[in-house]
């Protein structure tokens, strides 16, 4: 894909914005497996590993790649369904 194709963030103008509280009450690792398990969905994986490190956090490998955090995982999978490398 072309990166001149890609979508952009732009800052919005100076203003009073409203913004929805739609999934405001789900918690964060809820948010984050659920976007683990669409991306993971959408490339046709079927299990996603979560593990658990002795700092205490949470790692995911998705169709045997190496374990990463939630927030690289989601970054990771991304990147293949826009087909763009690292």
């Known amino acids: 894909m072309s990166t001149n194709r890609r ?18 009450g789900i918690r964060q690792r809820d948010k984050l497996e659920e976007a683990i398990v ?10 996603i590993k979560r593990g658990f490190t002795a700092r205490g956090s949470y790692i995911y490998s998705v169709d045997e790649y190496p374990y990463q955090s939630a927030s690289n995982t ?13």
């Open 7 to 24: 979508a952009k963030i732009v800052d919005a103008k100076e203003g009073i914005y409203g913004a929805t509280i739609e999934n405001t």
């Open 74 to 86: 989601i970054l990771h999978l991304s990147r293949k369904i826009a087909g763009i490398s690292a």
């Open 38 to 47: 669409n991306l993971a969905t959408v490339l046709g994986a079927k299990i």
